[in-house]
């Protein structure tokens, strides 16, 4: 699974950081550092990427199966 951040639509809340704290992390403005990229979620920590997703209000958070295309 690979999850993406939608750096339009991160608005800075930290709630998806907060319940996945081994697979996100904030910057020094209390955004998600890794808004904007896509990047394959280990096995292990596929739960805390699904409740990203759930606590993220502006839906900037997606998670699915098909694998990064390059551009």
Known sequence: MFIEIDA???????RCYAVAPD????????????RGQRWEVPADLL?????????CPEGAIAVSSAAPVDA
Request: proline residues 0%; hydrophobic residues 35%.
């Open 23 to 34: 697979l996100l992390t904030d910057d020094d403005e209390g955004f998600v550092a890794e």
């Open 47 to 55: 739960d805390q990427a699904q409740e990203a997703v759930d606590a």
């Open 8 to 14: 339009t639509k991160c608005m800075g809340h930290g």
